[in-house]
Antibody, heavy 119, light 110 residues
């Protein structure tokens, strides 16, 4: 059974770059889609980006200029970079497996990691 | 503001049936399948219903989903205290070219 685990700094300074990694265990990443989703405090879920194992990507238009998603199937990991962060980027960040391209079934999810943007 | 509209909150007493609506448009719900997620405090979101009305393994049939036109709904029957949490609809949006979540509905079991 596939399991996902997010890792990365819990505190990032304003204007800096947020970097997170998701480690996938219990299965291969090849042939599947992988995604990042976030939830700001007191708000709803927001899809950020997804990547196919080959490296094909798709980004939320509202974040596209600041986001990069990448994959390293040899390490069974995929990563998120969000540049020029502000307090509005404070959120719990989740990684998840996406059933396919042009779909919205995320399963399973990681436990999530809280990233706070503050000086 | 989300492309999908859900009521901010619903409530019910144990044993009751409640429904949560999700309203969209022709570019999202009207042309794609809807999934529902349950997000309980301190846990990762979990798929409750997929492809409008299908149950993943392990989800009780107290939960049911439906879709008509540009709207979808989640029904929970035999309400239990452990159902208390947040519920989200999500679908693909052809105009935005990505998945979109509803704003979420907080279910309170009185």
């Amino acid at each position: 059974q596939v399991q996902l685990q997010e890792s990365g700094p819990g505190l990032v300074k304003p204007s800096e770059t947020l970097s997170l990694t998701c480690t996938v265990s219990g299965g291969s990443m090849t042939g599947y889609y992988w995604s990042w989703i976030r939830q700001p405090p007191g708000k709803g879920l927001e899809w950020i980006a997804y990547i196919y194992s080959s490296g094909k990507t798709n980004y939320n238009a509202s974040l596209k200029s600041r986001v990069t998603i990448s994959v390293d199937t040899s390490k069974n990991q995929f990563s998120l970079k969000l540049t020029s962060v502000t307090a509005a980027d404070t959120a719990v960040y989740y990684c998840a497996k996406l059933e396919g391209g042009r779909t919205s079934r995320f399963d399973p999810w990681g436990q999530g990691t809280l990233v706070t943007v503050s000086s | 503001q989300s492309a999908l509209t859900q009521p901010p909150s619903v409530s019910g007493t144990p044993g009751q049936r409640v429904t949560i609506s999700c309203s969209g448009s022709t570019s999202n719900i009207g042309s794609n399948t809807v999934n529902w997620y349950q997000h309980l405090p301190g846990t990762a979101p979990k798929v409750l219903i997929y492809s409008n009305n299908q149950w993943p393994s392990g989800v009780p049939d107290r939960f049911s989903g439906s879709k008509s036109g540009t709207s979808a709904s989640l029904a929970i029957s035999g309400l239990q205290s452990e159902d208390e949490g947040d519920y989200y609809c999500v679908t693909w949006d052809d105009s935005l070219d990505g998945p979109v979540f509803g704003g979420g509905t907080k279910l309170t079991v009185l």
